[in-house]
């Protein structure tokens, strides 16, 4: 594990901010350098920051499974002891627990910092990173499930979060914020109703029926094509009122309205022609 010797050295200085990023891909940044870590020890080093209380035999038995429990300690002894002869190692190993060094600064934590003040009241106008924040992935293409059930709490947190600071813009009158942040939850997360709920909300607060009516229904034939489903009852109800006029017009004066004394005549229309008589031969 090195700095890359193909990056100009400026940023690989004495002193120099060490930080891990895990959204979007592993990198160890050293400064501005980035550090050449191997797979087998990228995996090491994501476990530690993505599990920062845990001990040695819990980090061994999720980076070797099928080893057992001796031989799992022995092959993570063998990767710290690589990773701490290294300058640019991240960690800090005590007694029974590994963690990251306290100068990294981790991509996850600032996710999870975000959301964390957004669910506790913070003002949605400073959460401006929370759109940004997360966007990525956690490891794209690591299929460990340690890191799948990691990968899947952090998206569900940023969906959660979004959703939050959509509704905390819309309760303040702040329309086009609100968008922005929904749009963002349905873009990562298409199938996903709650966005969609919170889009239309948003169109019928500002006015705008067309736009709430639109997106209902873009909403709903997505729904029907990919899953074969519909929307929910609640969802259909924040149009109810809306729709109310076009549906009794359509219910009252859709068709052709029926003679009441001739039930195949159409009022107004012109005349059935009379049968044809029989002529006996």
Do not use: K
């Amino acid at each position: 594990m090195a700095a890359d010797p193909s990056v100009p050295p400026t940023g690989s200085r004495p002193g120099a901010e060490v930080s891990l990023h895990l959204l979007g891909g592993f990198q160890l940044l050293h400064g501005d350098t980035p550090v050449v870590v191997p797979r087998g020890l990228q995996r090491v080093i994501a476990l530690i920051g993505l599990r920062p209380g845990a001990t040695r035999c819990q980090l061994a038995g999720l980076l070797w499974p099928d080893a057992a429990e001796e031989r799992a300690l022995s092959s993570l002894r063998t990767a710290l002891w690589r990773l701490r002869q290294d300058p640019c190692c991240p960690l800090t190993v005590s007694a029974d627990t590994v963690r990251l060094d306290p100068a990294v600064r981790l991509d996850v934590d600032e996710l999870v910092g975000t959301a964390g003040r957004v669910r506790d009241g913070d003002d949605a106008r400073n959460a401006t990173g929370a759109f940004a924040a997360g966007r990525h992935d956690l490891l794209p293409g690591w299929y460990d499930d340690w890191v799948l059930l990691e990968r899947e709490r952090l998206r569900q947190l940023r969906l959660h979060m979004l959703e939050q600071v959509a509704g905390q813009h819309l309760a303040a009158g702040r329309h086009g914020e609100a968008l922005q942040a929904a749009l963002e939850a349905m873009a990562a997360e298409p199938l996903r109703e709650t966005p969609h709920r919170l889009v239309v909300r948003i169109h019928l607060a500002e006015g705008n029926a067309f736009e709430a009516v639109h997106a209902f229904y873009v909403y709903r034939d997505l729904l029907r094509r990919e899953l074969r489903l519909e929307p929910s009852a609640a969802m259909c109800a924040l149009l109810d009122e809306t729709l109310a006029p076009i549906r009794r017009a359509t219910r009252d004066g859709g068709g052709p309205r029926r003679s009441p004394g001739h039930p195949g005549r159409a009022t107004g229309g012109p005349p059935r022609p009379a049968s044809p008589t029989r002529r006996n031969v």
